[in-house]
């Protein structure tokens, strides 16, 4: 028997496909083309800009009753752009403009179902940065944090709780 994913993974695979899929949909929602990464080990390169970057920070235990452990995931969602031409070459494309463009719509992806089909009993916005590149003014990071709330039994991480 195939051993099953933790209902922390199975929410950041959720958190992922989420993201993907408005990566696939970019068009449609008038965004630049865009990539997904999840706790790259290298840094990316300026080719692989814009992107949403996925990085997990931790789980903490928030309250604990009887068997049952409430668990807060903390995920910062980066989007990374750089200051470049438009497709039509006309015009000059900030990349604080772009990278602002992603991160709203990677929020209200978020947003759209707070218990991520089950998993979640919610979702918070904790906060959101804008880091500035200073050596290199062309690059825009705006990174945003998020609390994901589940429970889980005590013993096992893969039952709700």
Known sequence: ??????IREQTLQAVVT???QLATDAVLRELPAFTVHRNPTVALTREQSPALVVFVEGDAITQRANDRVTR???VRITALARTQLAPDGSTLVVAETQADQLLAAAHATMFADVNFGGLAL??????TEWDIEDADPVVCAIPARYAISYRTLMGDLTVQG
């Open 1 to 6: 028997m195939a051993a099953s994913n933790s």
């Open 18 to 20: 989420r993201l993907q």
């Open 72 to 74: 807060e995931l903390t």
């Open 122 to 127: 919610g979702l918070r916005e904790l906060e």
